[in-house]
């Protein structure tokens, strides 16, 4: 048995333009498009970056925690003494000077991560109108089989993005 026949052949359909907003604005080099995608992927790395620090920040917690049982089954166990060093040394210990975990994503936020973010977004707006990932939407373009599934340039039902 064959399988099911599908349309394979380039047809030219809605779907076959990016939306205005992956489109570059008229008058834009390809320098800036350049620069941009940089930005954009400097940006990227800092939000992982803050992704692992929440991390860090969980598991900080979670170990905490866990300390705290032990110490528990410490002194159920009968070693009262060692129960007792163990949570007046490292239970609510900071994990930095001065700073439990939450205080440093916090200082992260405030210091490095918003002043990262804000100036991006200034970049984008005051270059090509606020518009996000022009450097990735131009490289689908150029990669993509138009008219062929599975490599159409945006959804058919324009989602959010539909503009």
Known sequence: MSPAPHDESPT?????????????????SDATVSALGKLSE????????????????????????TLGEAVDELREAGHADLADEVERELVGRNVVEGRWSFQI??????????????????????????????????????????GHRHHAARPADDGPQGT
């Open 42 to 65: 400097a940006l990227e790395a800092v939000e992982v970056a803050r992704g692992h620090l929440y991390t860090f920040h969980r598991l900080s917690g979670t170990a905490d925690l």
């Open 105 to 146: 994503v916090e200082e992260y936020d405030d210091t490095y991560y918003s002043a990262f973010r804000a100036l991006e977004q200034q970049a984008r707006d005051a270059l090509v109108g606020g518009r996000r990932h022009l450097f990735e939407a131009e490289m689908k373009e150029s990669r993509r089989t138009p």
């Open 12 to 28: 030219e359909q809605p779907t076959e333009q990016p939306t205005e907003q992956h489109r570059r604005p008229d008058g834009v």
